[in-house]
């Protein structure tokens, strides 16, 4: 692999660095505080990439108010025009780029491809978005008076991403923040910079063809800068992506200064199997949302609340089906579950079993750690299924991690209830063939959640729609419909074009 990558690695622009990648012209560190990648596909180290620290941030952050004066005023179309190119430019990457997206991650090379593929979407959408950036006009109380509303530009926006969607969650925000006519700071997760370097060289280059000047896209890595964008009253909007204990901090600090947050975090989304599902479907949606990505992704299925006629039935189906599960390189096709993130989620998944064998869960598929020549990362784990109740604290928590977990109900609204009886209110689904199931599942008294599928697992989204959950998965939407909104600021306009000066309400002042 390691060829194989150093080449991957040349066609995206990003081999000369080794030991201490100088980010020199995309941003990135003078400081002298290095940090590595190590790949969880086999343990071994990619890069040391330096980190950026204040005063990196700061030249940032200052070429970034300067550029926002430029692109502002750039049209939008004009604007969009630039974003079909990130997305022309992804699509001749897009072999390297998903390559290196499973290597550095850990995910399958068939999700990698499809997270570049999700980048090209989202560049295609915000191209037509350009032309759409709509207000509406209001009919004014007064004579010839005009009131309408524009939406404008906010400024600098900040994307915090997490490692599990190393690309993705990037271009979901930066190809809306830039047709609206932001300018981007990207924070990566340092778990993943490698990933972030690439993407963000390929904008630069789009950028640079354009004469755009530097600063409308910016990479910081290294943890410094997340701490320095929550308190910076400069950056208009900070977008998070990841766990609900970091967002509480971001969102509190952002909060405390008055900026905008979009707040994208945890998840514990369950499936309702009903009795009148298709389960051969069932056990593919289920299946696959437990353990692709490892269990790694904001919309895995964490839990399955099965009906009880057929509870029995489906969790014989679903060991089977756990039986035939091929763990390994997610660079080979042949397998279906990839490593860990690294081995600290390792060591979460461990800790996760045993709390829930301590409060009580009855494992009928057993966890483990995988060792031997085909693990040598010790980031590869045994995807397991436990019995439970949904109070247990474990169950209430998101395990970033392949543990299912199976709880048994008699009727739909105890169904719903189990599932929207969790602190997060992510991805939801429920199986059935059943129009009122389906219909009551959907309305006001079923999922809390901000997504909501039949006959589809949790797993994924199409970006088309909007994308976000509700209670401590942070309310904030990405992507699709008009989550646009959240990278703009509204203002209503009134004009007076009449002789007179009506006040509003009928109120007279004369003089
Ligand atoms: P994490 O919270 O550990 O890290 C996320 C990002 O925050 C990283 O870039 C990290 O460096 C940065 N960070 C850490 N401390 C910070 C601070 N004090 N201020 C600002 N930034 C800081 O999450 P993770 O382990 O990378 O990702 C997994 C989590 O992300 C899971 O909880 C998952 O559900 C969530 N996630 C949510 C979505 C969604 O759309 N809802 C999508 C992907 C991942």
Not at 110 to 121: C, K, N, S, T, Y
Not at 254 to 278: Q, T
Request: charged residues 20%.
């Amino acid at each position: 692999m390691q060829n194989n990558i150093n080449s991957v690695l040349k066609n995206l622009g990003i081999l000369e660095f080794n030991p201490a990648y100088s980010t020199g012209k995309i941003w990135g560190g003078s400081d002298t505080q290095v940090i590595a990648s190590y790949s969880p596909v086999d343990g071994k180290k990619i890069a040391d990439i330096q980190t950026a620290g204040k005063e990196d941030y700061e030249k940032v952050i200052d070429t970034a108010q300067q550029a926002f004066k430029t692109w502002r005023g750039i049209p939008a179309p004009k604007r969009g025009d630039i974003v079909r190119q990130l997305g022309d430019a992804l699509r001749a990457h897009k072999e390297d780029l998903g390559t290196l997206v499973s290597y550095e991650m850990g995910k399958s090379l068939q999700e990698g491809l499809g997270e570049v593929q999700e980048m090209i979407d989202i560049c295609d959408f915000a191209v037509g978005l350009s032309r759409q950036l709509y207000g509406l006009t209001m009919h004014s109380e007064r004579p010839h008076h005009r009131m309408y509303e524009q939406w404008h530009p906010l400024g600098i926006v900040a994307v915090i991403s997490a490692f599990n969607f190393p690309v993705a969650v990037w271009s979901w925000n930066t190809a809306l923040a830039l047709v609206c006519g932001n300018v981007c700071v990207w924070k990566p997760s340092s778990k993943t910079p490698l990933c972030a370097i690439a993407c963000h060289r390929i904008l630069a280059e789009v950028l640079a063809a354009n004469d755009i000047p530097e600063g409308v896209s910016s990479l910081v890595i290294g943890n410094a800068a997340g701490d320095l964008i929550n308190n910076d009253k400069r950056v208009s909007l900070v977008s998070f992506t990841g766990s609900t204990r970091i967002g509480r901090i971001v969102s509190a600090a952002v909060a405390s200064r008055f900026g905008k947050s979009i707040l994208e975090l945890g998840g514990n989304n369950a499936i309702i199997i009903s009795k009148e599902a298709d389960l051969d479907m069932s056990i593919i949606g289920a299946v696959f949302g437990a353990v692709g990505t490892a269990g790694q992704r904001c919309t895995s299925t964490r839990r399955l609340i099965i009906q009880e006629d057929i509870y029995e039935d489906f969790k014989n189906k679903l060991v089977k089906a756990y039986g035939q599960l091929r763990i390994g390189d997610p660079l080979d096709q042949h397998n279906h579950v990839g490593p860990l993130i690294d081995t600290a989620a390792v060591d979460m998944y461990t800790k996760a079993i045993e709390k829930g064998k301590a409060e009580g869960a009855n494992f009928v598929v057993e966890g483990a750690v995988l060792s031997g020549p085909d693990y040598t990362s010790g980031c590869y784990v045994q995807p397991c299924v436990a019995e439970v109740e949904n109070h247990y604290e474990i169950v209430q928590e998101e395990t970033f991690a392949p543990i299912l977990y199976l709880i048994k109900y008699k009727t739909l609204e105890e169904a719903i209830a189990l599932q929207n009886n969790v602190p997060q209110g992510l991805s939801s689904a429920i199986m059935t063939l059943n129009l009122r199931e389906a219909e009551l599942f959907l309305s006001a008294a079923g999922s809390d959640c901000g997504i909501a599928n039949v006959n589809i697992g949790t797993s994924g989204a199409e970006i088309g729609g909007a994308f976000g959950g509700e209670k401590e998965t942070g309310g904030g939407r990405e992507s699709g419909s008009d989550a646009w909104r959240g990278y703009m600021r509204r203002q209503t306009n009134t004009i007076n074009y009449a002789a007179t000066l009506p006040l509003a309400q009928g109120i007279k002042f004369d003089l």
